[in-house]
């Protein structure tokens, strides 16, 4: 049976960083990386649309969810993106930071470069199927066939979403075989699912506007950017975005605002004014929305008696829940804060350490899910070696 000091499960962003962080601090260990897919960093290569939106500007607490967000918040705010990378990075206006080159697979480049020279030893296109504490460490076994023996286990394995990127939730297996539990687990930044009605006839069309999420009469959250109507309802930046906010709760209506520069008023105004020079509704739109989503809000304020002024700074639609993990890019859920101890630490299997997606929190949209797998593979490869005031202390 083959044996390591560390045995890292999970070629994604969390464990490259976290067996990249092991090299850094050079203490001599050995370190061995499995995935079941072929090549490290898939879905890495695949961020920011293709760009490796990896951090952003404004980072904290308030942009985390689930049971360890705080922990998440303070993990992130310790690290800057160039802890992750030698490497330049650009801040675009809206504080979404990424490589200088805006290549996401370049960043597995460099991770295959880092864990190459420090001796990382790599275990690709074979999964771990069984996981079992034994004593002085861990036992492995590979779908390969192969057995290993690991004095510590980092699982990062990501979550449920995108299985074309080999996450596809299985691997949660893996902590319940050691007695974890998984929190209920959802899709996130994720198109969002609204009525039809008053979107028909508008697929393809791109918006800017603010989008906002209510439940009731509470605001969830706000965000302007681009919207994409879709046959089943909105897809872009904003509704990603929003997605975070209403993942699994139910009565939530959405709120397109056309003319984010103006006010109601001045909304109002204008209309009056075309409304006296003879203007019918639909030609009233043109040169304000897309011409098709003018002629259905022109159909629709017919319909419900609605003046276009409203209309074009609240457009409403019933929101219908999200599409499934096949086309999001994170999970909510996974394993609950009160099973993890400030190390990342299992608290009910010591010598078992965690990091990234698998656990659960999630970010919003805007770099801060990398951000929190790069921190947190760092995060957890201290631990593992005992990491204090730079120095590494000896089991």
Request: charge should be negative.
């Amino acid at each position: 049976m083959e044996e390591c000091n560390v045995a890292v499960v999970g070629a994604g962003a969390s464990g490259c960083a976290l067996a990249a962080e092991l090299v850094r601090l050079g203490a001599g260990v050995s370190c061995v990386l499995i995935d079941k897919s072929d090549r490290i960093c898939k879905k890495l290569s695949a961020t920011g649309n293709g760009q490796g939106n990896i951090s952003n500007a404004a980072l904290g607490r308030e942009h985390y969810f689930g049971s360890l967000s705080s922990l998440a918040g303070d993990i992130a705010s310790e690290y800057s993106p160039e802890s992750f990378f030698s490497v330049k990075t650009v801040t675009d206006g809206e504080g979404r930071v990424y490589p200088l080159s805006r290549q996401a697979s370049s960043l597995g480049d460099m991770f295959l470069r880092i864990l190459t020279r420090g001796g990382v030893k790599m275990k690709l296109g074979a999964g771990v199927s069984s996981l079992s504490k034994k004593s002085g460490g861990f036992c492995l076994e590979l779908s390969s066939g192969e057995r290993l023996f690991a004095q510590k286990v980092a699982l990062c394995t990501g979550g449920a979403a995108g299985k074309q990127y080999g996450t596809d939730g299985t691997a949660y297996e893996l902590a319940k075989m050691l007695g974890h539990t998984i929190t209920e687990t959802r899709p996130s930044l994720v198109q969002l699912k609204t009525d039809t009605e008053n979107i028909r006839g508008l697929k393809g069309v791109r918006a800017d506007v603010v989008l906002s999420a209510y439940e009731g009469n509470t605001r969830l959250t706000s965000k302007r950017g681009d919207v994409i109507f879709t046959d089943y309802g909105l897809s872009g930046n904003a509704a990603f975005f929003v997605s975070a906010y209403v993942s699994g709760r139910e009565n939530v209506f959405l709120s397109l605002d056309f003319a984010p520069d103006f006010s109601e008023a001045e909304m109002r105004e204008y209309f009056e004014k075309k409304e006296a020079e003879g203007y019918k509704k639909e030609t009233a739109l043109c040169g304000l929305v897309h011409n098709s989503v003018g002629r259905r809000m022109a159909a629709r304020a017919e319909r419900e008696d609605v003046p276009l002024f409203e209309l074009i700074k609240d457009y409403s639609l019933r929101c219908r829940g999200t599409l499934g993990f096949d086309t999001a890019q994170v999970t909510k859920g996974g394993i609950p804060a009160s099973e993890i101890t400030g190390s990342l630490e299992s608290a009910l299997c010591p010598g078992l350490f965690f990091a990234g997606e698998i656990l659960d929190v999630d970010g919003e949209c805007g770099g801060y899910n990398l951000h929190f797998a790069f921190s947190s593979g760092i995060h957890a490869a201290k631990a593992i070696l005992r990491v204090k005031d730079g120095d590494i202390e000896n089991d």
